[in-house]
């Protein structure tokens, strides 16, 4: 379909002049001036062309339609103009001074003016934007009315102009302007009730012919008003142009000066009112039969509304990226005629412009052509449809982009891990749900997004940030933690506008942590190994300090083991080991296996004569080599230090005395680094109860010793438990008296090595333990 200047504007132009000059005698009749140009550029308007070629300016609002482009506005601060042609899709910025304002006609032309309001218009010029060669056209309505007060109403051609005239008794005429090689004339509009006044209209010229709104006398116009039975606030007026006359007229219940859109279509007028119960409707009247209909539109505070043909369309403004759904829904169509279903006609629109040939120009977007803009015309059989004449390039459906997690997933020195996914909008309610593949345990989060919410990374991507736990549904209780292996991801989005289908994607990755030094279950949080009087041991998985779960039983016969103690990674098998030392002397190799249901292989002697040390403390890398190292105190008070060698049959090296006097020491904990420092550190307990640090040398040596504090024998076992609180300091853990236990979190601080102690549910409920490693 190709659009080109009516003919019935270079009629119109004729005509006016005619009348003029038989009226006012100031003009010849027909000038060549007057009339609109015998030929003009073809608007591409065809779908296919129209979006392949015309790009439409981002975000910004349609401001005003024409025949061979269009005005937009931009949202930003800036407020910006631009006039897009059809032809090329090349844009001009549309300027006017400052302290101006612009007002659009439906057509080419646009209406610069000397105030922010078109209302005020006293002088103002007409730009044809579709001939710009023809130059500009002025009006200065203090020159042609010197008599009385003039305003701008609204431009109806390249050369004339609708203007309202305040006579100094006060009353106010519509009259009719005119430009003709320099000379300005005009008449007065007649055929209008006596009583009217305040006159405005947004509706372009259609075949000759516009639709004036005005109030009615003794009503404050700019407020409007509420009618009684029988005296209307408003009304409404045809007027045809070519004979300057009133053919129409039409009674409303409020003035609506300049806040009512009016619509004007070949068979049909329409405005906006709102009725007694405030609700806004959409008023239309048959024009062959003066017959009423009214369409109840709630109470938006804003609306889009128009006519094309004998069908009203209506809606409300909305932007794609809006977190909630307009109760007017989609921008739809519904006939004045017929007695049928509305038709949807875009998805959404943000905002509407009538143009003179009967369409509608909506920025929206549809599902299956996306974002831009659009032409909403009668079909061939009179049912709107739309049409896209521009594009953004952007897809109206809520759309996928990509993932960006990762393929392997770890926890080194902190507790979160970032998960992002991309769309192509954020005004999403997103349920995301982990799986671990062995097990099928799950983590779920139902993500309400906005752009102030902490999930909405940036305008296209939302993240969640997760702690490596499972079975956590409301975030209240600890649930439980995620062990290393295969997991699947999986997200289902749905629009918060109802824009668009629900969006669902899934993925795998791994998680991988590396390994911890009392990590058991592989999980990525410490575990304690305790045995009870009868000789049975167990393992207490932990979650940010607290029982995460109850105790798993490992097995029974450790009753014969004078001490067992957790000494990390040994073996070089990636998993924490024990060591255990019998009352004979021997010393035992138990390797961890990464399994929550059997933590340990079977046992391998690995020394004898070990009954010689009465304490050993394990799983602090003491050299910088990255492997864990063992030291052991003997009975006279040595202190020996056992390099870890990661071999599973001899996983130490031959043993080097490191310090004398250790005897007055009753609790050997070898802490790793918890002073701030490169190298595993040591805490020992001595018969005072005076806790004392000494900090690692990284040579397998340690610095003269630091107190601590004292109190500290109240305990019964000290225990390195790594980082069990996942904020990437090593802690420490104290059991007793009476089956209690608390969590020391570690400080990175060589003056201040660890916090208050805090009361955990770890191994407590009653039953004793006489091991805890």
Do not use: C
């Amino acid at each position: 379909m190709k659009h080109h200047r009516s003919t019935s504007t270079r009629h119109l132009a004729a005509a006016v002049t005619a009348v003029l000059a038989v009226t006012a005698g100031t003009l010849a009749a027909g000038p060549a001036a007057l009339a609109a140009p015998a030929a003009a550029p073809t608007a591409i308007t065809a779908p296919n062309a129209a979006a392949a070629t015309v790009p439409y300016p981002g975000d910004a609002k349609i401001a005003g339609a024409g025949t061979t482009g269009f005005l937009t506005r931009s949202t930003d601060s800036a407020q910006k103009l631009l006039w897009t042609r059809y032809a090329d899709g090349s844009s001009t910025e549309v300027t006017y001074a400052q302290g101006g304002g612009l007002d659009v006609t439906g057509t080419d032309v646009l209406v610069v003016g000397d105030s922010r309001y078109p209302a005020q218009f006293r002088t103002f010029t007409l730009r044809d934007m579709g001939r710009p060669e023809n130059g500009s056209v002025h009006f200065d309505l203090g020159s042609v009315f010197p008599g009385a007060v003039a305003t701008y109403v609204k431009a109806v051609s390249p050369h004339s102009a609708l203007v309202q005239v305040t006579k100094p008794s006060a009353r106010k005429e519509l009259h009719l302007v005119v430009s003709e090689a320099g000379r300005v004339s005009e008449r007065a509009i007649t055929g209008l009730p006596s009583d009217t006044l305040d006159f405005f209209t947004s509706a372009p010229v259609r075949d000759d012919e516009v639709l004036v709104g005005y109030a009615k006398d003794g009503l404050s116009a700019p407020t409007g008003g509420t009618s009684t039975a029988d005296a209307p606030a408003g009304g409404r007026a045809v007027v045809d142009l070519l004979s300057g006359a009133v053919k129409e007229t039409y009674d409303s219940a409020q003035s609506g000066y300049l806040s009512s859109p009016l619509h004007l279509s070949a068979t049909h007028v329409g405005w906006e009112e709102t009725n007694a119960a405030g609700e806004r409707v959409l008023v239309t009247h048959d024009r062959a039969t003066k017959a009423q209909q009214t369409l109840t539109l709630g109470h938006p505070e804003e609306t889009l509304t128009g006519v094309v043909g004998d069908w009203a369309v209506y809606g409300q403004p909305t932007a794609l990226t809006d977190g909630w759904k307009a109760p007017l829904g989609p921008l739809r169509a519904v006939s004045r005629t017929a007695v049928g279903e509305p038709v949807e006609l875009l998805a959404y629109a943000s905002s509407v412009q009538p143009a003179a040939d009967g369409t509608l120009l909506a920025r929206g977007g549809t599902v299956d052509k996306g974002e831009g803009l659009y032409r909403i015309a009668a079909g061939a059989d009179g049912t709107p449809t739309a049409e896209l004449v521009a594009t953004t390039g952007q897809p109206t459906a809520l759309t996928y982009l990509g993932d960006e997690v990762p393929d392997i997933v770890d926890f080194p020195d902190h507790e979160w891990t970032g998960l992002k996914w991309r769309m192509s909008r954020v005004n999403a309610d997103v349920f995301v749900k982990l799986t671990e593949q062995k097990t099928g345990r799950t983590f779920t989060r139902m993500l309400k997004l906005s752009r102030e919410s902490g999930y909405v990374y940036d305008s296209t991507t939302f993240r969640l940030l997760w702690n490596g736990v499972l079975e956590d549904f409301d975030g209240t209780q600890p649930g439980k933690p995620a062990p290393n292996g295969t997991y699947g991801w999986s997200i289902r989005a749905t629009p918060q506008n109802g824009v668009g289908p629900v969006v669902e994607r899934t993925g795998v990755f791994q998680l991988a942590r590396s390994p911890k030094v009392h990590d058991y279950s592989d999980n990525g949080t410490p575990d304690l190994l305790a045995r009870n009087a009868a000789g049975e041991l167990f393992r207490a998985d932990t979650l940010k300090g607290r029982a995460s779960g109850g105790p798993v039983k490992v097995g029974p016969g450790w009753n014969t083991y004078a001490q067992i103690e957790s000494v990390g990674n040994v073996a070089g098998s990636g998993n924490p080991d024990v060591l255990a030392l019998d009352k004979t002397g021997k010393l035992f190799l138990y390797l961890g296996t990464g399994s929550e249901t059997y933590a340990l292989t079977a046992r391998k002697e690995i020394g004898t004569n070990w009954g010689v040390y009465d304490k050993l403390a394990g799983g602090s890398d003491l050299d910088g080599d990255g492997r864990a190292d063992l030291v052991a105190t003997d009975k006279t008070g040595g202190l020996w230090f056992y390099k870890g060698t990661g071999h599973p049959t001899s996983p130490f090296a031959a043993r080097k005395k490191i310090g004398t006097g250790w005897g007055i020491y009753n609790q050997l904990t070898a802490t790793g680094n918890i002073a701030g420092a490169a190298a595993g550190d040591l805490v020992a307990r001595d018969k005072d109860g005076v806790l004392w640090l000494y900090l690692g040398k990284g040579d397998g040596t340690f610095a003269p010793r630091i107190k601590v504090g004292g109190g500290w024998n109240q305990y019964t076992q000290l225990v390195a438990v790594g980082d069990a609180t996942m904020d990437g300091r090593n802690d420490l853990y104290a059991y007793g008296p009476n089956n209690t236990s608390y969590l020391y979190e570690g400080n990175d601080s060589w003056h201040f090595p660890f916090h208050m102690r805090k009361a955990t549910d770890l191994l407590n409920g009653g039953t004793a333990y006489t091991n805890v490693s």
